[in-house]
């Protein structure tokens, strides 16, 4: 089902023709139609992450952690179609951050992610194991312990296939590295949500 939701939204995401001889733009200035219908928030910023290639980061609201949307859009350039998926969920606001996307509640996000390490480096490990060495850093641990929170990470064995990535991250937010290890494994994207018990989840992929 998740393969075939976001099928469906890569085939409303539709390209204007340029004109022949008119200079190269960036695909982030082209021109697009848009429609989704009782589409999955999620689901749409999955595909516009792969399709864009930039890395877009979803804190869900607690008090509705899944939204379906729907909204029409005619001659549209990226920030445009951001604009819609927060006028159809205005429970969220976006802004973006050296390159990358960032979508959270317009209530209060989770300031957690804004805390800053020291440093991350890492060599030849999958995305699920980075996210496992980045929320196991001691001074992570000790802000989760101190907001009685409880992670529920990837498990490393999830990605153990022919994935070697590699980190060197320093004086970055947890946010920011969250952005560097969803790039750098190609799928663009991550999700966060968060439960009444002091759980949250994170996951690399939609949804």
């Given at each position: 089902m998740r393969k075939k939701a976001l099928a469906l939204v890569l085939f409303v995401l539709s390209s204007l023709s340029l004109a022949n001889g008119q200079p190269r733009q960036s695909k982030s200035e082209v021109l697009r139609n848009v429609e989704f219908n009782n589409i999955d928030m999620g689901s749409i910023l999955a595909a516009l992450a792969n399709e864009y290639d930039v890395?877009?980061?979803?804190?869900?609201?607690?008090?509705?952690?899944?939204?379906?949307?729907?909204?029409?859009?005619?001659?549209?350039i990226f920030s445009q179609i951001l604009d819609g998926i927060v006028q159809a969920e205005p429970r969220y606001s976006w802004r973006e951050d050296d390159g990358s996307i960032h979508v959270f509640p317009v209530n209060k996000g989770f300031d957690l992610l804004d805390s800053r390490i020291q440093s991350l480096q890492l060599k030849d490990v999958n995305r699920a194991l980075a996210i496992n060495r980045l929320f196991g850093l001691p001074e992570v641990q000790a802000l989760i312990l101190s907001k009685n929170l409880k992670p529920i990470l990837p498990s490393p064995l999830d990605r153990a296939r022919d994935e070697k990535l590699s980190f060197d991250l320093r004086d970055v937010t947890l946010r920011q590295?969250?952005?560097?290890?969803?790039?750098?494994?190609?799928?663009?994207?991550?999700?966060?949500?968060?439960?009444?018990?002091?759980?949250?989840?994170?996951?690399?992929?939609?949804?």
């Amino acid at each position: 089902m998740r393969k075939k939701a976001l099928a469906l939204v890569l085939f409303v995401l539709s390209s204007l023709s340029l004109a022949n001889g008119q200079p190269r733009q960036s695909k982030s200035e082209v021109l697009r139609n848009v429609e989704f219908n009782n589409i999955d928030m999620g689901s749409i910023l999955a595909a516009l992450a792969n399709e864009y290639d930039v890395a877009i980061g979803l804190e869900a609201d607690p008090e509705k952690p899944r939204s379906q949307i729907s909204f029409h859009l005619q001659n549209v350039i990226f920030s445009q179609i951001l604009d819609g998926i927060v006028q159809a969920e205005p429970r969220y606001s976006w802004r973006e951050d050296d390159g990358s996307i960032h979508v959270f509640p317009v209530n209060k996000g989770f300031d957690l992610l804004d805390s800053r390490i020291q440093s991350l480096q890492l060599k030849d490990v999958n995305r699920a194991l980075a996210i496992n060495r980045l929320f196991g850093l001691p001074e992570v641990q000790a802000l989760i312990l101190s907001k009685n929170l409880k992670p529920i990470l990837p498990s490393p064995l999830d990605r153990a296939r022919d994935e070697k990535l590699s980190f060197d991250l320093r004086d970055v937010t947890l946010r920011q590295a969250l952005n560097q290890i969803a790039h750098a494994s190609g799928s663009n994207f991550w999700v966060i949500r968060r439960y009444p018990n002091g759980t949250f989840e994170i996951k690399l992929q939609c949804c």
